[in-house]
């Protein structure tokens, strides 16, 4: 398990180079990082957050995604009532916008500037610590 008093982001991203590439940096800023390569792993470690578990403070989600597609996966978590962040990452617009009518807090184009992303991640980290 991780340090309790660094926030948990799960990256969820089926490009593995990103994914730890991504991981690297939130590391790099004091974060605790999960990492799955599909939803179906994503769902579990989600799964593993719920309380009493310390719990997930973001979600980075790939949007197309093997196993279960993103989309789905949020549109899932939303209906469990579980309402742990989402930042929504994909090249499809569409796919983006569907993600932020299920409730994703932003959305990232890819390919997405490294800056704009850890930016959207300090915001919605910074929003929870008030």
């Not at 490009?15 to 990492?35: N, S, T």
């Not at 390569?37 to 403070?57: M, R, S, T």
Request: aromatic letters at 2%; one cysteine or more; a negative charge.
């Amino acid at each position: 398990m991780s340090d309790a008093s660094k926030p948990v982001v799960l990256v969820v991203e089926d490009d593995r180079l990103i994914c730890e590439m991504v991981a690297i940096l939130l590391r790099a800023r004091g974060c605790a990082v999960e990492q799955a390569h599909d939803g179906l792993a994503a769902l579990q470690i989600v799964e593993q957050h719920l309380p009493p578990a310390p719990p997930l403070n973001l979600i980075l989600l790939d949007v197309r995604l093997p196993l279960l597609d993103g989309q789905d996966l949020l549109g899932y978590l939303r209906k469990r009532g579980i309402s742990v962040p989402v930042i929504a990452m994909s090249s499809h617009r569409e796919a983006l916008a569907a993600a932020a009518s299920l409730g994703a807090q932003a959305t990232v184009e890819k390919p997405f500037d490294l800056d704009q992303l850890l930016a959207l991640v300090q915001r919605s980290l910074a929003g929870q610590a008030r």
